[in-house]
């Protein structure tokens, strides 16, 4: 781990403690820390049963945990100026106008549901993981905040998977995602160095070790949005319709064969939505198999097209985003790959860079990419993290 990693987590428990202090006049128990993500390849494959080949990054969520007094769940969040919330944990969920009071009342309520009675306890969230730009951010609270529970009133027998299912539960049922479960099993059980495939069906994982010369660059467009109000839950809808046409329990059963020469009447659009997912999901089994043994030129070609029919197939992207990743392609060509990352409508750019053509990369898109959000283009360098885990 790098020094300016280290740097970061730390001020991240600083600001979780501080917090804290602030709010219940003495010092945490525990910290809890999940990883937010970035998506390589296998985009919209997830709620498909398909492959997902995403990787955790070195930004997170902190969660500072300690008892109570009470029965409540008291929660403060250090990103909204110490916004509070304070709710029995064992009565029924009531939605909040402020989301991240969803998130918290939502995990409680899926813990609980899963494992009975929860106790009361205080705590306090700080995150790092920039919203709205498709890298997790929830995903990344939802599992620190699922961890830090089960970890301080030690409750036993749940596994990294059982954290990631309570916490995509909680963004279902109660914050309004019809998410699937990529974000928060790759938050909940990444490996350090290593992108994770997760075959969302059986939801068995392999971690991928990604070449040590090759950079994560993630390149926010400036445009943020927030699934739960993007036309996501209609994207699955259409997945779910198609699945339907085609007879099958979802698009993973679907051969591309089958896709064509079934397609009948099938309306175009939802043709579309399946064509894409259909070809993904062998693009991401393809990807995985070549990342750790170095193929670039191949991995370029199967980001690009992975690219491309989510803009065409899916329509899922932005004008402004196929600029970035046409600009960052023209300069890369099979040096390394780029794609839109994420559940789209806004949000980032990733790319695979060698380690010698991160500046050159980097210069042109600062020179020439205009947020639309007027603020001057934010560029990470992430490295492949691991998951969930008390600090
Ligand atoms: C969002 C969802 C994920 C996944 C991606 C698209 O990040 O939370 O479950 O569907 O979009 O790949």
Known sequence: MDRENVQRRADLVARAARSFEIMFGEAPAIFAY????????GEHTDYNDGFVLPCAIDYGTVVAIGPAASDQLCA?????????????????????KTEWKNHVRGIAASLAARTGMI???????????????????????????????????????LSATDLALIAQQSENAYVGTACGIMDQLVSAKA??????????RTLDTMPVYMPEDLIMLVIHSGIERQLA??????????????????????????????????RGELDDVVFRRAQHVVTEIARTEI???????????????????????????FEVTMPAIDDLVAMIGKHLGSRGGVRMTGGGFGGCVVALVP?????????????????????????????????????
């Open 34 to 41: 999940a990883p937010g993500r970035v998506n390589l390849i």
């Open 76 to 96: 403060v969040a250090s990103d909204y100026g110490d916004d509070r919330d304070a709710f029995d944990p064992n009565a029924i969920f009531v939605s909040q």
């Open 119 to 157: 106790q009361g306890a205080n705590l306090a969230i700080a995150g790092n993981v920039p919203q709205g730009a498709g890298l997790s951010s929830s995903a990344s609270m939802g599992v620190a905040l699922a961890k830090a529970l089960v970890e301080h009133q030690q409750i036993t027998g």
């Open 191 to 200: 490996e350090a160095g290593a992108a994770l495939l997760i075959d969302c």
């Open 229 to 262: 109000d993007s036309p996501f839950n209609q994207r699955r809808a259409e997945c779910e319709q198609a699945a339907k046409y085609y007879d099958v329990p979802t698009l993973r059963h679907l051969t591309e064969d089958r896709l064509i020469a079934d």
């Open 287 to 313: 990807a995985a198999n070549i990342l750790s043994n170095g193929d670039i030129a191949k991995l370029s070609e199967l980001m690009r097209q992975s690219h491309l029919s989510l803009r065409d197939d």
């Open 355 to 391: 380690k010698d053509q991160v500046q050159p990369v980097m210069d042109p898109v600062t020179a020439n990419y205009d947020p639309p959000d007027g603020r001057p283009v934010r560029i990470f360098q992430c490295l492949p993290s691991s998951g969930a885990r008390i600090i």
